[in-house]
């Protein structure tokens, strides 16, 4: 299984990206998907994640309302649509997944098999 992750960039304080995590090698519904984000010297934070099949989406409190999750099982790509983002949320974004049937989803990177490349989110004030 690989994952490629991508469309990080540089936007101001409330603007917006999507970013986008490539499954190939796998079938992404087949996996539960999760997006963590990491800074320097801190840990890798999860940030959203979904069950199989795109079920029982959860997002960590200081995202709600303003990031979210979706699959495109054609395309075998999930994304992260981030709107009104915030210098605090300046990160390396990774996609991760894990094979597997589970009762709720983890943010614990631990939890994953699989990671992609990671791709910068800058966001300045």
């Known amino acids: 299984v690989q994952l490629q992750a991508s469309g990080g960039g540089l936007v101001q304080a409330g603007g917006s990206l999507r970013l986008a995590c490539s499954v190939s090698?796998?079938?992404?519904?087949?996996?539960?998907i999760g997006w963590f984000r990491q800074v320097p010297g801190k840990e890798r934070e999860g940030v959203a994640c979904?069950?199989?099949?795109?079920?029982?989406?959860q997002y960590v409190d200081s995202v709600k309302g303003r990031f979210t999750f979706s699959r495109d099982p054609d395309k075998n790509t999930a994304y992260l649509q981030m709107n009104s983002l915030q210098p605090e949320d300046t990160a390396v974004y990774y996609c991760?997944?894990?094979?597997?049937?589970?009762?709720?989803?983890?943010?614990?990177?631990?939890?994953?098999?699989?990671w992609g490349q990671g791709t910068q989110v800058t966001v300045s004030s």
């Open positions: 991760a997944a894990h094979w597997g049937v589970s009762n709720t989803c983890s943010f614990s990177p631990q939890y994953y098999g699989f």
């Open positions: 979904t069950k199989r099949y795109g079920e029982g989406t």
């Open positions: 090698g796998a079938t992404l519904d087949y996996h539960e």
